[in-house]
Structure formats: structure tokens, C-alpha cells
């Protein structure tokens, strides 16, 4: 079992890293990336800012670990500090960002991921480096141009992609949110884990539903965006 | 609606002042209005001048809030219902204990860290607290001349709103403000670290940090922050702090039965705290709907405490109160009011 004082201080300072991309993928959802300067696995995170007078925030990589760039996806906040700054990044620019770490980590063992919104980002990575046998994708949005990669993962995950949309409705698509297919299934597997990622109220609502149709609370794991 | 003058600091009342042709002093009588004496209009800042206060009374509101229901413990601990400016609610607790009276209030509409054990987890969440939304639950209850001590335990996590705490932390600690000894405040956090830093840099109260286990893989089936904060980080940083003499630093554990009462966690515990003057706070689990989780019994409380005592570990048992009117740890929630 992994105890605290074994994790050595993450140390985790902030190095520069040149933008090698910045796509809006959706509307006022980007994908920026730069070259890989180290080892991770999927479903760690990095901070990231743009400006060293503005707190770095904490996102998930959205690549695979063999890929030769790190990707992050993230939504631009009006009203924030970092990701309007972020959003308007060009390749040869540069961000400041850590190493990455964190311990929201998949195996082989059978799993179902559940996400909303920029939520499917850790999921994608861990898809995109090969972890995706036994797995069960749920991706929750409001709109259907925000299934992000839904091509790529409807082809390779096929049954095993569920799309779900809460205010737009489409042929293959569940018209809910997330909480409404899971209460629909009968039979959810409790043996297997279940992985969440997303806003909180998201992620708190989903763990009870679990919880109350008898999954044990130490088969979930979750991520929460703060 | 007028902009509220409750919860500005000095700073900022003599910057309105100035920008008003009003005299820079006249920031400070305003503070003293706001946070020493018992009026609730512009009207009754009687040492401004009658065209002071109408210029002022012209774009600003005084800016208390009411409590709106007030529910009484049979331990005499008081909940008090708080409606916020954006149209939700929040709760603060005021639980007397001999001659101390102690106000927990809350930092945010609902919480975004969706720990299993808690309940105000459980509705998300809905905003952030202003400065003045968080001072006004001390200065708005009837026992607001009598508080000696508030916690930053309530709804929410502080460090996520960290702006608005610092400033009401300024209020309540400033000579133009409450004027309170910041040894008598205690902020909690689930282990925030970017706000936790700047908090021991810019704050003299307390930290209390909310651990319920020092194993990484239980923490993050409890709390999902340890996946982005993990524990060790939260603890390297606390031992690199110098907190001089008086600033305390204290461990909140809710004790589950058979999860995290056992020698081996009283064991690790002391190896993870090695070096760290502190004390750990034990804490009775306050059951909420659906949850797997169970309190320990009585007697393997006393005897994990008796242990991190043995071990040199300074290890209380918090007293549960209010807990019949879900006031108690964990419990606040403004969920069914819409938040």
C-alpha cells in the first residue's frame, strides 16, 4: 500500500515550454499542446499558466504517453485569468508548466469511465495510450459539438462509447445526462471500478447512484475540476 | 441593488471616500460603523456629515443580512440560516461551551470537493461568499459581542474562495475591524496547497487541515482532492513552514470503524507528522443518507487517542454538538432550499 511519506515532494516547479499548437476543437474549447519533456501516466495532471503573475491551474492531460507532445483541453472562462490569456496563444509562444503527477490511474482491470464536458480529457489520454480493453467510456455534455474525439472513440470503443446530451438530441446519442443512463440500467456491474471526472456535483450524484446499487465506495475513484 | 458598504476594508472605504470628495478619515469612521458598533444604516454613521451620509446612502447599502430561520440544540448550539445576495442560502453554526462561544461559519454556497463523508458536498456547487457574506454570519447574530473564537469549518472549502477569505480575515483581525486576536481563528482546509501558502503568508490565525487518513489510496476513495493535492504535498509544506510559538496547526480526523482506526494508521500517522509541532483533532462520524461509511465505536475512539497520545501526538476528541439539528460536522447543507 502506498503511504504518504513515500511520495518524495513532487518539487513541482514551474519550467517554460514552447507551444507547438492551439486549436479551438469546440466552441470556447481548446487543445494546446507542446513537446513532451517527460515520462507521465495517463490520467495525471500538470499545472499550467500562461503568466507568472497568475496562478497556475490544474488540468489533466488529454495525450497518450508515448505521443511525442502533451496535450491539455481546457474551456475558456470569460471572466477568468488564465484560459482567455491561454486561448490566445500561438505556436512559438511559451507557457509555464510542471512535470506531471497526480495518482488518478487506471490498470487492466475492467472499468467503466464516466465524464462530463472537458472531463473525457484523463479518459482520452488513457485511451490514447492504450488503455482501453475492458473499459466502458460515458460522456456526458449539453450540446453534441461537445462530444470531443467522438469520432476517433466511436470507432475504436464502438458499443462501449456512450454518448450522452442533456439539451440536444441525435441518433445514437442518450438524451440525458449522465445520472439518467446510469438509473436506467439495471444491472450495473459491482465488481468492476468506476472512474469519474468532472464538476462535482457531477461526480458526488454519480458515487451515490453507484453507492446505492451496491458498488463499495473503494471501487470509485474520482477527479473533481476546481 | 446598491453595493454594500459591509465587508469592505479600510483600504477600500477610504478609496470610496476619496472618490466621493469626502475626507480620507472618513474611511476610517465608516469602518468603525461597520464593524464595531450596533447600527445597520448609513443613516446612524452619526459623526459623518448629513451630506456624507446621503452622498454615500446614494450608491451604497450599510449591507447586513438577516438570518432568515434560527434552529436551537438541545446543547444549546445554535444553526442559523443566512440567505447570500445571489438568491441561495448558506448555514452557520454557534456553539457556546462554558465560557467560550464559538461561531463556524461557512465560505462558500455548497462545495466543490465531493467528500464522501460530508453532506454539504453532497449539493455541489452554487458560489462563492463575499468578504461581507462571511463576516456578516459573526456580526449579524445576536451573540456577536460574545464570540471568542471562529472556526472556517462550515460550507465550503475556504482556499477555493481564498481572495474573500483573506479579506474577511483582515476585517475580523484589523483595530479598525473586530479587532479579534487572529489565535482565536481557525481556517480549515481539505489541503488546498497554492491557497494554503499564501493563507500562512498572509494570515497570523490557525490552520487546521482535514486528513481522516495518512494512507494516499484510502484519502482519495474519501476525498478526490488527494488526487490533484495529495497528502505528502500538503505535509511537506506545513514542515517547511516556521510557525513560530502561538500559531497552531492541528489534523481534523473523522474516525470510520474498521477504515482508518487501526495501530497500523496511529503508526503511520506518527511517521508522517515526525517533526511537526501539531495536534490532531478526532472527530465522532455524523452519519448522512446513503453513505457507506460508519463511525467507530466509543471505546476504539478513546483507545486511538490513548495510542497518538502514548506515541507523543497531542490528540483531543472533539465534542459532537448540535447534531440534532444537523449542525454537527459534515452536516450543513442548503441543498433542498435550492442551494
Not at chain 2, 35 to 41: A, E, G, V
Not at chain 2, 166 to 178: D, H, V, Y
Not at chain 2, 216 to 222: A, C, I, M, P, S
Request: charged residues 25%; neutral net charge; aromatic residues 10%.
Amino acid at each position: 500500500m502506498p503511504k504518504a511519506e513515500e511520495y518524495k515532494n513532487p518539487n513541482l516547479e514551474l519550467i517554460e515550454v514552447i507551444i507547438t499548437g492551439n486549436q479551438e476543437i469546440s466552441p470556447g474549447v481548446h487543445l494546446i499542446s507542446w513537446k513532451r519533456t517527460h515520462d507521465f501516466h495517463p490520467g495525471q495532471v500538470v499545472k499550467i499558466t500562461a503568466d507568472p503573475k497568475i496562478a497556475p491551474r490544474i488540468y489533466s492531460i488529454c495525450s497518450g504517453n508515448d505521443e511525442p507532445e502533451i496535450r491539455v483541453l481546457f474551456n475558456v472562462k470569460e471572466d477568468g485569468l488564465l484560459t482567455p490569456k491561454l486561448a490566445g496563444m500561438i505556436p512559438g509562444m511559451k507557457i509555464r508548466t510542471t512535470k506531471p503527477y497526480g495518482s488518478f490511474k487506471d490498470g487492466k482491470e475492467p472499468a467503466w469511465w464516466i465524464a462530463t464536458g472537458t472531463g473525457i480529457a484523463p479518459f482520452y489520454s488513457m485511451f490514447r495510450s492504450g488503455i482501453s480493453e475492458n473499459k466502458t467510456l460515458i460522456h456526458g455534455v449539453r450540446q453534441l459539438n461537445q462530444f470531443y474525439f467522438e469520432d476517433e472513440l466511436e470507432w475504436s470503443l464502438g458499443d462501449r462509447y456512450i454518448r450522452c446530451c442533456s439539451q440536444e438530441q441525435s441518433c445514437n446519442v442518450f438524451p440525458g445526462r449522465v445520472t439518467h443512463y446510469l438509473n436506467q440500467i439495471n444491472d450495473l456491474p459491482t465488481t468492476i471500478n468506476y472512474y469519474l471526472c468532472g464538476k462535482a456535483l457531477m461526480v458526488v450524484e454519480v458515487r451515490d447512484l453507484l453507492i446505492s446499487r451496491g458498488v463499495p465506495y473503494q471501487n470509485i475513484l474520482a477527479e473533481i475540476y476546481f | 441593488m446598491k453595493e454594500s458598504l459591509f465587508g469592505k476594508t479600510l483600504n477600500d472605504l477610504t478609496t470610496l471616500a476619496v472618490e466621493l470628495g469626502l475626507p480620507k478619515f472618513t474611511g476610517k469612521q465608516m469602518a468603525e460603523w461597520l464593524y464595531q458598533k450596533d447600527i445597520s444604516s448609513i443613516e446612524e454613521m452619526t459623526n459623518l456629515s448629513k451630506k456624507a451620509r446621503e452622498l454615500l446612502a446614494g450608491k451604497f447599502e450599510f449591507g447586513l443580512i438577516d438570518s432568515t430561520k434560527v434552529q436551537e440544540s438541545i446543547d444549546g448550539t445554535k444553526k442559523y440560516l443566512f440567505p447570500t445576495n445571489k438568491g441561495k442560502f448558506i448555514e452557520t453554526a454557534m456553539i457556546p461551551d462554558d465560557d467560550r462561544k464559538t461561531v463556524c461559519v461557512s465560505s462558500q454556497v455548497g462545495c466543490k470537493m465531493g467528500c464522501l463523508f460530508c453532506m454539504t458536498g453532497k449539493q455541489g456547487f452554487q458560489g462563492q461568499l463575499t468578504a461581507g457574506e462571511i463576516v456578516n454570519q459573526i456580526r449579524n447574530i445576536p451573540e456577536w459581542h460574545e464570540v471568542t473564537n471562529i472556526v472556517y469549518m462550515g460550507m465550503g472549502e475556504p482556499f477555493d474562495n481564498l481572495e474573500e477569505v483573506l479579506k474577511s480575515l483582515e476585517i475580523l483581525t484589523s483595530e479598525w475591524g473586530f479587532a479579534m486576536s487572529p489565535r482565536r481563528i481557525t481556517v480549515s482546509t481539505i489541503g488546498i496547497v497554492p491557497g494554503m501558502l499564501t493563507f500562512l503568508e498572509k494570515s497570523e490565525a490557525h490552520l487546521a487541515v482535514s486528513m481522516h487518513t495518512p494512507f494516499d489510496d484510502e484519502r482519495q476513495k474519501l476525498m478526490p482532492v488527494q488526487v490533484a493535492y495529495p497528502l505528502a504535498e500538503v505535509i511537506h509544506e506545513i514542515k517547511s513552514w516556521d510557525f513560530g510559538r502561538q500559531r497552531r496547526v492541528s489534523f481534523e480526523y473523522i474516525v470510520f470503524k474498521g477504515l482508518n482506526d487501526s495501530p497500523r494508521h496511529v503508526q503511520e500517522l506518527c511517521k508522517i507528522l515526525n517533526g511537526i509541532k501539531c495536534r490532531i483533532n478526532l472527530i465522532r462520524f455524523h452519519p448522512i443518507p446513503g453513505t457507506p461509511l460508519v463511525g467507530t465505536d466509543e471505546n476504539t475512539l478513546q483507545k486511538f487517542k490513548e495510542k497518538l497520545n502514548d506515541k507523543g501526538i497531542l490528540t483531543t476528541i472533539r465534542a459532537s454538538r448540535g447534531q440534532d439539528i444537523y449542525a454537527a460536522c459534515g452536516l450543513l447543507s442548503t441543498k433542498e432550499l435550492g442551494g
